[in-house]
């Protein structure tokens, strides 16, 4: 079991950066592969990236490659998502998630999530 609490969203106008932050509870994290996703309102929830087990693998959404970043600390057990040259599309509430697939984009591959963060960027 696995719980994640995102933090970081906030309002920004577009070209600006966030850092959104997942913490996870338990000492499983590190056998977990993580992800991001995002949910803007009347659409579905999309993969925006992920991370392999131990950081080495990341994998991303195109349309958010070379802005975004995300990384792990196993230690600390967290994840993060760095968020460059933000866009008013990028808007949405991004989910932090945990499943056993490293790289998947199919939200029903994974098995834990956040409550989610709001972004929202304005033009």
């Known amino acids: 079991q696995v719980q994640l609490i995102e933090s970081g969203g906030g309002l920004v106008q577009a070209g600006g950066s966030l850092r959104l932050s997942c913490a996870a509870s338990?000492?499983?994290?590190?056998?977990?592969?993580m992800a991001w996703f995002r949910q803007a309102p009347g659409k579905e929830r999309d993969f925006v990236a992920g991370?392999?087990?131990?950081?080495?693998?990341?994998f991303y959404a195109n349309s958010v490659k070379g802005r975004f970043t995300i990384s792990r600390d196993n230690a600390k057990n967290m994840l993060y998502l760095q968020l460059n040259s933000l866009k008013p599309e990028d808007t949405a509430v991004y989910f932090c998630?945990?499943?056993?697939?490293?790289?998947?984009?199919?939200?029903?591959?994974?098995?834990?999530w956040g409550q989610g963060t709001q972004v929202t960027v304005s033009s």
């Open positions: 998630t945990a499943g056993l697939y490293e790289g998947t984009r199919l939200s029903s591959n994974y098995n834990f």
């Open positions: 338990g000492r499983t994290f590190s056998t977990y592969a």
């Open positions: 991370i392999s087990l131990n950081g080495g693998r990341t």
